[in-house]
């Protein structure tokens, strides 16, 4: 069974920045691709990044891309999202998962593909 904790949501004025971080455990992290998602209120829940367990192979949703970098250090069984420039309609609950693959540079768009979550953080970009 593995376990993800997400932190570092909160309260943040348009064009601030926060960093997520997702500690994972109970598993074997450098053979979890990693996935960010999210979910605003009344809306379904989407993908924002996502690493490949090698590090080498990343993916951002177009609204994300060149605002937000996703990271992971192996070492500390942790991935972290740092969202830059952020919006009002980055507004949402975030969530991290874990996907397991035999393949240094897989990952997925597609949530159905993540095997377990986390509980999720709140960021709230204030206008």
């Known amino acids: 069974q593995v376990h993800i904790v997400e932190s570092g949501g909160g309260l943040v004025q348009a064009g601030g920045s926060l960093r997520l971080s997702c500690a994972a455990s109970?598993?074997?992290?450098?053979?979890?691709?990693m996935g960010w998602f999210r979910q605003a209120p009344g809306k379904e829940r989407e993908f924002v990044a996502a690493?490949?367990?090698?590090?080498?192979?990343?993916a951002y949703a177009d609204s994300v891309k060149g605002r937000f970098t996703i990271s992971r250090d192996n070492a500390k069984n942790t991935v972290y999202l740092q969202m830059n420039t952020l919006k009002p309609e980055d507004t949402a609950v975030y969530y991290c998962a874990t996907m397991r693959t035999y393949y240094s540079d897989s990952y997925s768009r597609n949530q159905y593909d993540y095997n377990y979550w986390g509980q999720g953080t709140q960021v709230t970009v204030s206008s």
């Open positions: 109970g598993g074997t992290f450098n053979r979890f691709a």
């Open positions: 690493i490949s367990w090698g590090g080498g192979a990343i």
